[in-house]
């Protein structure tokens, strides 16, 4: 992309006019009429960015108590002191004219896309009363499980709302958001290491990345420390990006494999093919043949006596089952990268062994039977000894921060029966294991729940809070969504800008802007610390906000309390108390900073034993922003991974006892349940990394092309669409155009239908059909059509949409995106090219 300076001038300009000219917004009038610009005095104020889940530390700087700039804050080691664009699209979004300000409620009961809630204003106490009257409404009948908490982005206080709020009212309905957008990539790590989590990367000392899907410099996780070190990457090893896109990180790479979307578990196990035949595995980590003759040929199956391991179990069983067959000719005629390129890439990723990463992303594992393909991925890092090593994936260093006190004493007869029925997204059936941790129904299915409330199963839910989430734009099959929500008899909504879901919603409530307005904490992880950052009302919150995740709980824990229900009042008052003065919250802002010092304590607390930073006091904490740990050692856990074997498993035994379990919980067989949830292997295959054919939507004939889509660098977690700045700078991310939403195709496959760049197309999958703009381009491979995410909001706001409430700018990928899941996770199937589609001029 190339911005002038002329350009940026022209967007910037435009922002000052918006906020100028913002009639009936007085406090947006008030900032661009005051005294003071951004080379007044000021000060920088440390807080953390909540664009995705780097959480990155941050600071603003705040002129007259407003934020003029943000940067890094230098005290982070995880992100170098820096940051990535993302945060500078929080400046606009504090002061989006569109933004909620006020309580609001319903005053037209049709509930529709095209109908107009006819929201008027009304007082904090007004939509509490009314939201609590609907929850007392349940108890009163004996049906609080028809509660359901939905839970977007959250921050370190989250289990205040989503966790005790929700089980000492009565309910087990607390639906996180993560299965739409994560999930599956943790399945392969688990099932071979143990480890249910993101991984960190030991980029400073790697030799060779093997980027399976993902985006390191742009839309993955860890962007500001990638960014800050890729040069020295790209210097120092050879970098190979999987992916049908030709994406900021592929444009970087020394090799780009163009591979079609979910055809990744080929590649890999065609990969480990090479590096086993050829003798490449990390003896130092694997093992080896007794005789010291290698075995593995070709379609031969060899004997597991042959081969003694050392810090890993099965290999030769994953040999016998999986991967003898697996030729490179076998992968390149399945995802369609030249049989040549992927010995080459084999060979380079096992010589340069064990600085060798496999980095997992959702592109690879979030398709409809992708967990094997994650498996297959992460495999490799223990074929190269990777795991925990120099150069290798890491697991990072935890963060001890607090967990809330337990509640289970506040809840009465009433809570515990509500929270031991089932939940409504239906975890743990049969055709459902969400297999998290190894345990049947131990994760969530979020995009599930539409389906749920549709059918009334296992019951009807009559009350929902939502809290920054936007479901009928973010999940696939997004029409499902909206149908559900015109069915669901009470809904609030907790959010910053009016958005889908805020047009179903009987009671709005008005969030604050997270970067600025609120007081909480995240932690994560990155070049190889863990660290936790504060985030803090850096300025006056511009309107009638209240803290969502600990505030509104208070409020309607003291409306509770008023209606005969004080349990959840009580357990707030008696179980928190200040670190520092002891005192017990009497209100909700002292409630939230109770809290939040409360959870981060160990941290701040010189005197508290812990890995890391030495702060001094609570103080100390905010005004600095970040505490980091030390770097973890290597081969930390090579001694037990926490496995049914402690070895790192090729032959996953601890998937097979996950397997076994589910199966035995529903009366059936392991091959049964494979066959529920879509898969192909039967017996003993299924407990191996393995190939498993993509499942695709729409038949070939009628649907030619392949549908994959990706994610902006502009992304705020899918909220940046309303400001100037994503739009006029869209063509930050490769192949897309300012102020459009384009469909990439490769011109080879425009010129056979007859379509230019800049043409408008309707885009039409078996789910439903989108509009947008056709946009010519190299970096797709033929054969497939890829589009960004993010656009296509007919409701957002003024920029987002080109009609509020009527006309979306471009199209929503939700729209065209089937609503499937990858089911041993739990996770919606979004990636791999789940559908096929047809295009055509409009």
């Known amino acids: 992309m190339n911005i002038t300076r002329r350009r940026f001038l022209q967007a910037s300009a435009a922002t000052g006019l918006l906020v100028a000219g913002s009639a009936g917004f007085p406090a947006l009038q008030a900032l661009a009429q005051g005294e003071g610009t951004a080379s007044s005095e000021g000060k920088w104020v440390s807080t953390l960015c909540q664009g995705c889940t780097s959480w990155c530390a941050m600071q603003a700087y705040v002129v007259n108590g407003r934020v003029v700039k943000v940067k890094g804050n230098e005290n982070s080691k995880a992100s170098h002191g820096k940051i990535c664009p993302r945060p500078h699209l929080a400046i606009q979004q504090v002061y989006d004219p569109d933004r909620v300000k006020v309580p609001m409620k319903r005053t037209n009961p049709v509930k529709g896309r095209n109908e107009d809630p006819k929201f008027v204003p009304i007082t904090w106490e007004e939509a509490i009363d009314t939201i609590t009257d609907k929850m007392m409404e349940l108890r009163k009948n004996n049906e609080p499980e028809k509660y359901v908490y939905f839970r977007g982005r959250y921050g370190g206080a989250t289990d205040i709302s989503y966790d005790a709020t929700t089980k ?43 980027n399976w899907g993902a985006d390191p410099v742009a839309s993955n996780r860890q962007v500001p420390h990638v960014m800050n070190i890729w040069g020295n990457v790209a210097d120092q090893a050879t970098i190979v990006t999987i992916d049908p896109r030709l994406s900021a990180s592929a444009a970087k790479s020394q090799e780009w494999m163009p591979v079609i979307p979910g055809e990744d578990g080929a590649l890999a196990v065609a990969i480990a093919h090479v590096i086993l035949t050829e003798g490449l595995w990390y003896k130092d980590f694997v093992g080896d043949f007794n005789e010291g003759v290698n075995l593995f040929k070709k379609g031969v199956t060899v004997p597991e006596e042959a081969f003694t391991e050392k810090y890993t179990s099965g290999v030769v069983k994953w040999w016998n089952l999986e991967l003898k067959d697996r030729t490179p000719e076998w992968a390149a005629e399945r995802a369609g990268v030249p049989a040549e390129q992927i010995v080459r890439v084999a060979r380079g990723f096992a010589k340069a062994a064990p600085r060798a990463i496999s980095w997992l992303s959702p592109g690879t594992s979030m398709q409809v039977r992708g967990a094997y393909s994650t498996m297959a991925a992460h495999a490799l890092n223990g074929l190269v000894g990777s795991v925990d090593n120099v150069g290798g994936t890491l697991r990072g260093s935890s963060v001890p921060t607090g967990k809330i006190p337990g509640y289970e004493a506040y809840q009465d007869d009433i809570s515990k029966k509500g929270t031991k029925a089932k939940k409504i997204d239906q975890r743990g059936t049969k055709e459902f294991p969400a297999l998290k941790d190894g345990k049947s129904g131990g994760g969530v299915l979020t995009n599930r729940v539409a389906d749920a409330m549709l059918d009334n199963n296992p019951y009807e839910i009559k009350v929902a809070i939502a809290d920054w989430c936007n479901l009928p734009f973010s999940c696939t099959g997004a029409q499902r969504w909206e149908k559900a929500l015109e069915q669901l008899p009470f809904l609030a909504h907790i959010t910053t800008n009016p958005s889908e879901m805020t047009q179903y919603a009987d009671i709005v409530l008005p969030a604050p802007m997270h970067v600025f307005e609120k007081w909480s904490f995240n932690k994560s992880k990155a070049n190889k610390y863990g660290f936790a950052s504060i985030q803090q009302q850096v300025i006056e919150p511009l309107w009638d906000v209240v803290n969502d995740e600990t505030g509104v709980s208070w409020l309607i824990a003291e409306s509770l309390a008023k209606k005969g229900f004080p349990n959840l009042l009580d357990y707030f008052r008696n179980e928190f108390k200040d670190p520092e003065t002891g005192k017990a919250p009497s209100n909700h802002e002292e409630f939230t900073m109770i809290t939040l010092k409360m959870l981060t304590h160990t941290l701040w607390d010189p005197s508290a034993e812990k890995k890391g930073d030495k702060l001094n006091g609570w103080q100390d904490f905010v005004d600095k922003g970040v505490w980091n740990s030390v770097e973890p050692p290597y081969f930390k856990n090579w001694e037990s991974f926490g496995t049914k074997t402690t070895k790192f498993e090729f032959y996953s035994e601890t998937l097979k006892a996950a397997l076994e379990g589910h199966a035995e919980k529903h009366n059936t067989t392991v091959d049964d349940v494979m066959q529920a949830t879509h898969y192909l292997a039967r017996g003993e295959q299924a407990f191996v990394p393995h190939y498993e054919e993509p499942l695709r939507h729409g038949d070939a004939a009628e649907y030619p092309f392949i549908f994959f889509e990706h994610r902006s660098r502009l992304n705020r977690e899918g909220r940046s669409a309303n400001t100037l700045w994503y739009q006029e700078f869209k063509d930050v991310d490769p192949g897309d155009e300012p102020w459009d939403d384009v469909a990439k195709i490769n011109p080879v496959d425009g010129a056979s239908l007859g379509i230019k760049s800049g043409d408008a197309i309707r885009i039409t999958s078996p789910q439903g059909s989108i509009t947008c703009t056709a946009k010519l381009w190299e970096g797709v491979r033929p054969g497939t059509v890829g589009k960004c995410y993010g656009q296509g909001h007919w409701a957002y706001g003024k920029i987002a949409s080109l009609e509020y409430g009527k006309k979306p700018r471009g199209g929503n990928n939700n729209e065209i995106l089937p609503s499937d899941f990858e089911r041993l996770s739990g996770s919606t199937a979004r990636h791999g090219g789940v559908t096929r589609i047809k295009i055509e001029k409009v």
């Open 168 to 210: 000492v009212f009565g309910s087990p309905n607390n639906i996180s958001h993560s299965s739409i957008c994560a999930e599956a990539e943790k399945f392969g790590p688990y099932y071979t290491e143990a480890y249910w989590d993101y991984r960190d990367y030991d980029l400073s000392e790697t030799r060779y990345v093997l």
